[in-house]
Structures are given as structure tokens and as C-alpha cells.
């Protein structure tokens, strides 16, 4: 114990070491530190993955998703009609956040969880 | 102001690069052919050689119509199609619905009358299914020139999606360029240095860029929806918003008439109903639509033109029997909404056909202005690396194929005149596109003066044109002027004066010519 | 009325185009013309160009303000992507032309009185033209004078045209160079600092 406590007299004391401590926030950490690792070595493929498939694939969903959240609107078309309008500027935008975006890591988990999110509402939906 | 940091600046440039090089040609042809398709009208009078009403349809339809319609089988009343057609004739097209025995499919029989504009007399009938319906071959080339916008001649849903990736990455460089470009309002006024160095090539691109902006993505944006909303956006949204009801998602949309009363009882004088929606809207009746004809559940529906002052069309409804006004059908659902209004203008923004000549001439200027752009922009990446042979080669090419197109839209009207009279223009007219393609890549073997070579076929055909249509019979001047042909007209004279001023030498300007410094005259020594 | 409404419009919109175009500081800074110290209907300029617009947004006239946005955008590319320089030549080829042409006009109509006269009375003639005017080569022929003045006129305006192009070419390669060292760099710098303002 007090080779321990001299050990952590050497180490100064850190938030990090803090984690160290907390377990599955630890381990959440290293994660991920190892996947943004991951990410940075293979920034030309991720980016490329971001801006095609993906952009593609969160620019349907948000549009099929829009069908449940937009109001009807008198006709009871508008949440149709308006997003299929939209199609084109949603992608813009969407492709435009995948390139602009600096922090791989950010960016992955921004378009995994409008995935996620969106697929998990349809099903509840549909 | 900077909204980009360099990291970011770079990657913009390279997609913006990259995609409009990649996608450039392809979006050249779609942009120059759309700015010509915006007079596809005019163009189908011109290229039939018949002079066209420009009255949409009169007041005095109803008797003809009645007389006609009393020799069609009443199964065919189910829904009737009224409109006048590019020679001033009235098309009348009896339609129902039934399912065919063998396949089980739902089929359409059609019944198809021509009217004579002044006799009122039927000049043509046709009978059978719609999808036999046999091909208009005095429409033929306008009908390829708007092929090869919509869809660019490739086959039905792949074109025209392509034609929406077009759209979306014509959206992109259009917001890119801002991006990338950050003093791009400051530099409205710059016009272009030598425009035989990198900087001068650089100002042409975003000189056009910058002023052409606002419609690059109102054009982009409109051209990607019709890109995607029939082939995928309207079959995704009914698969989420009604589960993959289509019955249900007809009957919100479209909207399904029960209890029809088909108990026979006179339509309404037709006459009485369009004055009273020309009244109502200020336009003129683009087409008529009536449900149920000869039934008390008749339903007329008059599509006019836009009013005055509005970008979108109207279509108002009426009572078949009592011709009492039941209001404004939207173009989508069964009642007004935010939505249908939206939709109802991406059509006239896209096509400018929504005041006359006016907004055609104007939407021609921004097309062509658009074309240019691309252009430049391909010509300007590549100029940035003429030392490699490739890109050196790439830019040649993007030269032959900037003047190459318009060579072989020409070679085609060519096919289309020398094979209206004799055979088939509708398939003629497609391959005179493909021998100008090749004419023109002939032409663009040699890479000295590849320009100038393609500048002056272009000037010929522009210039043999009219003489040509003239040759096969098509209206002369004389009789355009007295019967008010005037597209006849304009479109000659547009393409003799094209041949002129393509004909007429360029001389370069006088800035691009390297120039020797004046040396001052040494006198000689004594 | 509608179109006379848009067509007043375009043309307002164009007229403030004009003046921004013409007294623009980088528009004469990179084509070597004199800044102009004052510009005292910057903001009435700016206004003419978009006031239309929000006019006809205000009564609503959607058409007109399409066609409006559309026609002045194409129109206003075309003026400012003419050069001063273009625009310069122009002016003097129509002065050259004008000149030469009134001189032809004027040698014509010499021409045509000298030739009248062999049948016309001189005393006809004489309350009508000023006999003395007509400049007679010795071999009997009319003496081009005023042609000479037109000659004159195109040949200072070809050298002032010649003496702008070299003062340009110098400048020319010098800030295509640099400005492509700002576009390569952006390639080759890795950090993720803002752009300096180079301009």
C-alpha cells in the first residue's frame, strides 16, 4: 500500500486519474480515444463514407421521418408534401455538415444517431 | 469574412473541384438543352412549320364538342381531356378505366379525336389502349430536345435520377463556391483580367458565378426535385407516412369520389364555364378535364394559365350540370394548403414559362449563363494543370464538347426536316443527334484551332436552317407574317443572326496578344 | 402596364448597377484606372438596384419580380464582365467612327455639290453653299482634309491603348503569380488556421 501511495505521490493528480477510478467511465474513455485514434488514421475513408452513403441514407430517413412530426396542415398534406420539397435542401445540408465537420468523431456519432434515431421512430410508427 | 478555416477551404475546393469536373459535362448538356427546351412550344411550331394559336382555348368549344363526343361509346365519358394543340387543332381524348381479363391488369382505353381549328371538322380518330397510343412525328424533335434535359436520353427511372444527382451537385457548387470564394459580393463588379492567364480564367468562372447565383440554386434545387420526388421521394413518403396504404394515400392525395350519381343529365354549356373561370382568374384555359361527361355527377375542371402577377397556374372547379363555381382545386390534396402552393410553383421556376415571352427570354439569358459557368469552371481546373497531358487532353475535349453540342442539336433538327416527309423523324432524329456527335469529335481530332473549326460548322448549319425547313415544305415568311406565325419567324432569323456572328472572325483581343515593347530607334553612331 | 411596370424596373435597377460598376474601387484598381475620391450616390445607387425588387415583392407582383431578378442578374453579369478596357476601345472606335464618317458624309456631299454645280447656275448655287469650302487637290480631285483629322484621332487613340497594355502586362504576371501562391497554399498548409486576408 505504500509502494501504492508512493506511486501515486510521483503521479500528479488528474481528472483522468479520477476515471481511473470509475470503471465503466474509464472504459468509455479509452473507447473513445481509440476509436477517434481509428478515425484520424483513415480520415480520407470515413469522410468519403460520411459524405456518400451516409448523407444519402440520413437525408431519406429525415425525410421520411419528417412525415411524422411535421403538422398535417389543413389538407392533411403538408407533412407529404414538404418533405418531399425539402428532399434536395436536406441533402445540402447534410452534405455540408459531413464535409465541414472537423471532429470525425462528432460527426460520426451526429449521423449514426439521426440513423438510429430515425429508424428506431419508424419502426415504433409504422 | 471568413467562414471557412484552411483545412475545411481545401476540402470545399476539392469537392467543388472535383465533382463539378467530374459531373461538368453531363451538366453542360443538361443546362444548355434546358435553356433551349424553354421555348419546346415554340419550337414544336417552328419545327412542324404550322402556325399556332396563341389563344389558349376559345369560348366557342361546346357545340363542336358535343357533336363529336355524340359518336364515342358513353363507357368513354368516364373522363374527357380538351386542349388545343401546337397547330391550333382541338385534341379531345376520351379515356376509361378497366381491368384487362387475361393479365389482371388495371388497362386504359383511349379514344383520341383531332378537330380541325376552323372546320371544327374531326381530321383524326384513334382507338385502343394509351400505352399503344402511336407517336406524334411532327413532335419529334421537340420532343428529343426535351428528352435529352429531362433525362438525357437514357431510359426511365435512371435518367432522370442522374439528372438529379446533376441537380444536387449543381446545389452544392452553387452554396460551395460562396463558401469558398469569400469575397465574392465584393468582386461583382471585377471583370476579368487576361483572360488567356490563370487569374483572368479564374475571374470569368466567378464573375458568372457570383451574378448567376440566386437561380443557379433555385434551378439546382427545383431540377433535383423533379429529379427524385416521382421515382423516390413520393413512393418513400407513402410507405412512411400511410405504412404502404397506397388506397389510403390516393384517397388523402388525389381524393376518391364515391356515390357518383351517373344518372344521365346534360353538361353544363362549356362556353358559360370558361368565361366564368377566365373571368374569375384573368387567364386564359390552358386545358379542360370533365369527369362523368353527360352525367349529374359531372365535374369540369378548367386549368388556366397563371394570372397576371402570379407564378402558378390555377385549376378551378365547376358542377358539370349546374355550373356553380366549387372553388380552387389545389394540386395537391383536396384542399389548400402550404404544401400544394409550394408545389404548385417548383414547376414555373424551373421552366419560366410563366409569363409569356418575357420570362422565357429571361430564363434563356440565366441558362445560357448558367452553361457558362460550368463551362469556365471545367476550363479553369483544367488550366491549372495543363502540364500534365491528360488534363491537357481533358481540356480539349471539354472544348469540343461546349461547341459539339449545339452542332449536333443542329445535325439532328437536320435529320428531323429531311426525314418528316419520308420516314420515321422519331427515329431519325436521335441518330442525326448521334452523326453530329460524331462529326463533331471528328472535327476535334485535331487539337489546332478546334474551336474555330466548331464555331464554323456551327455558323453553316445555323445558316443552312431556315433555307432547309424552307426546302421540305415548311411555312415560308410570307405566310408566318400574314398568319401570325411569328416563332416561325423569330427562330429563323435568331439562327441566321447566330451564323453571322459566330461566322464573323474573332479577333483576339488585343490584351491576350503577347506585345513586344516599343524599342525607341537607336540612330546610328557617326 | 404590367410590363411596363417590370421594364421600368429592370432598367432603374440597371442605372444603379451602372454607377456602382463605373465607380467601383477594385473594378478600377484592377484594371488600372484612377480611383475616384468621392462617390456620393453610392447609397441612392444601391437603392435604385434593389428598390424595385422589394417594390414589386410589397405589391406582390411574384412574376415581375422573377422576371425582374432574373433579367438584371443576366444583364448586370454581362455589363460588369465587359472591361473598362473594352469599353474604353468602344468609345473610341465610335468617335474614330463618327469622326471618319461625318468626313465621309462631309467629302460626299462635296462630292455631290461640285458634280451639281457643272449644271446648276453658280449663281443658284452661290447663296447656298460656300464655294471657297471646297479644298481642290491640284489634279482636280477633292483633298481627304477631314480624313486626315479622323486618322490622327485613331492613331492616338491605338497608341493610348497600346501604352495601357503594357502598363497592365507587368502588373498582369506579377498578381497572377501571387494569387496563385494563396490558392496553393491553402493546399499545402495543413493547419487549421483562418485564412489571412491577402487582398
Not at chain 1, 20 to 32: A, D, I, T, V
Not at chain 2, 213 to 238: D, E, K, Q, R, Y
Not at chain 3, 141 to 164: F, G, N
Amino acid at each position: 500500500m505504500a509502494r501504492d501511495m508512493q506511486i501515486n505521490t510521483d503521479v500528479k493528480q488528474t481528472g483522468s486519474d479520477a476515471h481511473r477510478r470509475e470503471g465503466p467511465l474509464f472504459g468509455m474513455m479509452s473507447y473513445l480515444k481509440g476509436a477517434n485514434g481509428f478515425l484520424q488514421s483513415n480520415a480520407r475513408t470515413v469522410r468519403w463514407v460520411l459524405c456518400g452513403p451516409t448523407t444519402l441514407v440520413v437525408t431519406v430517413l429525415l425525410m421520411m421521418g419528417a412525415a411524422h412530426w411535421l403538422p398535417e396542415g389543413d389538407a392533411k398534406v403538408d407533412n407529404i408534401a414538404l418533405p418531399v420539397l425539402a428532399f434536395p435542401l436536406i441533402w445540402v445540408i447534410v452534405f455540408l455538415y459531413a464535409l465541414a465537420e472537423e471532429n470525425l468523431v462528432r460527426g460520426v456519432a451526429v449521423m449514426v444517431g439521426l440513423i438510429i434515431g430515425h429508424v428506431g421512430m419508424l419502426l415504433a410508427v409504422m | 469574412m471568413s467562414f471557412l478555416t484552411q483545412a475545411k477551404t481545401k476540402r470545399f475546393l476539392a469537392v467543388h473541384g472535383w465533382s463539378g469536373t467530374l459531373l461538368g459535362l453531363l451538366l453542360y448538356v443538361c443546362i444548355f438543352t434546358g435553356s433551349i427546351v424553354v421555348f419546346e412550344d415554340e419550337i414544336d411550331s417552328w419545327s412542324r412549320g404550322q402556325i399556332a394559336y396563341h389563344d389558349s382555348i376559345g369560348t366557342l368549344v361546346d357545340h363542336k364538342f358535343r357533336v363529336a363526343a355524340r359518336n364515342v361509346d358513353r363507357k368513354y365519358y368516364e373522363e374527357v381531356s380538351i386542349f388545343r394543340l401546337a397547330d391550333g387543332n382541338m385534341r379531345y381524348l376520351f379515356h376509361t378505366h378497366e381491368t384487362d381479363q387475361e393479365t389482371g391488369r388495371i388497362v386504359e382505353p383511349i379514344v383520341r379525336m383531332t378537330l380541325d381549328s376552323e372546320t371544327g371538322d374531326v381530321i383524326e380518330r384513334w382507338e385502343g389502349l394509351r400505352s399503344e397510343l402511336p407517336s406524334d412525328p411532327g413532335g419529334a424533335l421537340r420532343n428529343f430536345w426535351v428528352d435529352l434535359h429531362v433525362q438525357l436520353y437514357m431510359p426511365n427511372p435512371y435518367g432522370i435520377i442522374l439528372v438529379g444527382v446533376l441537380g444536387l451537385a449543381m446545389m452544392f457548387a452553387a452554396v460551395s463556391g460562396i463558401l469558398i470564394h469569400r469575397h465574392v459580393f465584393r468582386d461583382a463588379f471585377v471583370a476579368a483580367r487576361s483572360s488567356k492567364r490563370l487569374v483572368g480564367a479564374r475571374d470569368l468562372h466567378v464573375l458568372a458565378g457570383a451574378w448567376g447565383l440566386p437561380f443557379a440554386v433555385i434551378l439546382a434545387f427545383t431540377g433535383a426535385f423533379f429529379g427524385f420526388a416521382g421515382n423516390v421521394g413520393v413512393p418513400l413518403m407513402s410507405m412512411s407516412a400511410f405504412g404502404g396504404d397506397q388506397e389510403a394515400m390516393i384517397e388523402t392525395i388525389v381524393g376518391v369520389r364515391e356515390d357518383i350519381d351517373l344518372t344521365p343529365a346534360p353538361l353544363a354549356a362549356l362556353d358559360f364555364v370558361i368565361r366564368d373561370g377566365m373571368s374569375r382568374s384573368g387567364a386564359a384555359v390552358n386545358a379542360i378535364q370533365i369527369t362523368n361527361y353527360d352525367s349529374a355527377g359531372a365535374k369540369i375542371m378548367l386549368q388556366m394559365d397563371p394570372s397576371p402577377g402570379s407564378l402558378a397556374p390555377q385549376t378551378l372547379a365547376f358542377d358539370g350540370v349546374s355550373r356553380r363555381f366549387e372553388g380552387e382545386a389545389p394540386l395537391f390534396g383536396q384542399a389548400p394548403s402550404i404544401g400544394s402552393s409550394l408545389l404548385g410553383i417548383i414547376g414555373p421556376l424551373h421552366f419560366g414559362n410563366f409569363a409569356g415571352l418575357a420570362s422565357k427570354l429571361v430564363w434563356l439569358g440565366m441558362g445560357l449563363a448558367m452553361a457558362f459557368v460550368t463551362a469556365s469552371g471545367m476550363l479553369l481546373w483544367t488550366k491549372r494543370r495543363e502540364k500534365d497531358p491528360l488534363w491537357r487532353g481533358f481540356r480539349h475535349w471539354i472544348v469540343v464538347t461546349v461547341w459539339g453540342l449545339p452542332f449536333a442539336m443542329l445535325v439532328s433538327a437536320v435529320a428531323y426536316f429531311i426525314t418528316v416527309p419520308v420516314a420515321d423523324p422519331n427515329l431519325w432524329t436521335p441518330l442525326g443527334f448521334l452523326a453530329g456527335a460524331v462529326v463533331a469529335v471528328g472535327l476535334g481530332l485535331r487539337t489546332e484551332s478546334t474551336e474555330a473549326r466548331l464555331r464554323l460548322a456551327n455558323a453553316a448549319l445555323c445558316l443552312a436552317m431556315p433555307v432547309l425547313r424552307h426546302l421540305m415544305g415548311g411555312t415560308s415568311w410570307a405566310e408566318a407574317l400574314i398568319g401570325g406565325g411569328t416563332e416561325i419567324l423569330v427562330i429563323d432569323i435568331l439562327l441566321l443572326a447566330m451564323g453571322l456572328l459566330l461566322l464573323r472572325k474573332a479577333r483576339p483581343a488585343v490584351s491576350d496578344r503577347e506585345i513586344a515593347p516599343i524599342t525607341p530607334i537607336q540612330e546610328p553612331a557617326e | 402596364m404590367s410590363g411596363w411596370l417590370i421594364l421600368a424596373a429592370i432598367l432603374t435597377s440597371l442605372s444603379g448597377l451602372v454607377y456602382l460598376a463605373w465607380t467601383d474601387p477594385k473594378r478600377r484598381r484592377t484594371h488600372d484606372l484612377p480611383k475616384i475620391a468621392r462617390r456620393p450616390f453610392v447609397w441612392p445607387a444601391r437603392i435604385a438596384t434593389f428598390g424595385p425588387g422589394v417594390y414589386l415583392t410589397i405589391i406582390g407582383h411574384w412574376s415581375g419580380l422573377a422576371i425582374w431578378a432574373g433579367a438584371v442578374t443576366t444583364l448586370g453579369w454581362i455589363m460588369a464582365a465587359i472591361t473598362p478596357e473594352t469599353y474604353a476601345n468602344l468609345r473610341d472606335d465610335l468617335h474614330t467612327k463618327r469622326a471618319s464618317g461625318w468626313a465621309k458624309a462631309q467629302q460626299m456631299s462635296k462630292a455631290a455639290l461640285s458634280l451639281s454645280a457643272k449644271y446648276i447656275p453658280g449663281r443658284v448655287l452661290a447663296w447656298r453653299i460656300d464655294l471657297p469650302r471646297l479644298v481642290k487637290a491640284p489634279t482636280g480631285t477633292l483633298q481627304p482634309a477631314d480624313d486626315i483629322e479622323a486618322l490622327k484621332a485613331r492613331i492616338s487613340a491605338l497608341e493610348a491603348r497600346l501604352h495601357r497594355l503594357e502598363d497592365r502586362q507587368a502588373s498582369d504576371v506579377a498578381d497572377f503569380e501571387a494569387r496563385d501562391r494563396i490558392v496553393v497554399s491553402v493546399g499545402e498548409n495543413q493547419t487549421d488556421k483562418p485564412l489571412n486576408a491577402a487582398e
